[in-house]
């Protein structure tokens, strides 16, 4: 049974950093993507950023220059380091991952990823 569990969320002012977590449990396929996604009220889930099994990496344009996605192998933990936050980046933040055999991007759109943690909320006051 695959579980992915986000944590780290929290209530921070504007300007400053979170870092998330998402521990993986049960998911065995060598080849993946992970990504991080954010809900905001009222809104899809927005593609933040992707990590590959090799390590690439892509962030969305717009948080290019804030947000950084990163894995621990080891301990099967996907990251999400962000900084200078600002209110528009309030949301519900999901961890997801797939297997992945394209050999392209990795995978950047909800559809796309099977496993889903269950979320975890950021609020960014001014």
């Known amino acids: 049974q695959v579980q992915l569990v986000e944590s780290g969320g929290g209530s921070v002012q504007a300007g400053g950093s979170l870092r998330l977590s998402c521990t993986v449990s049960?998911?065995?396929?060598?080849?993946?993507?992970m990504g991080w996604f954010r809900q905001g009220p009222g809104q899809g889930r927005e593609g933040m950023a992707q990590?590959?099994?090799?390590?690439?990496?892509t962030v969305a344009d717009s948080v290019q220059d804030r947000f950084t996605i990163s894995q621990d192998k080891s301990k099967n933990i996907l990251y999400l380091q962000m900084n200078n936050l600002k209110p528009e980046d309030t949301a519900m933040y999901f961890c997801?991952?797939?297997?992945?055999?394209?050999?392209?991007?990795?995978?950047?759109?909800?559809?796309?990823?099977?496993?889903w943690g269950q979320g975890t909320q950021v609020t960014v006051s001014s």
């Open positions: 049960g998911f065995t396929a060598r080849r993946y993507c």
């Open positions: 997801a991952t797939e297997s992945f055999d394209d050999g392209g991007w990795c995978y950047s759109l909800d559809y796309e990823y099977k496993y």
């Open positions: 990590i590959q099994y090799d390590d690439i990496t």
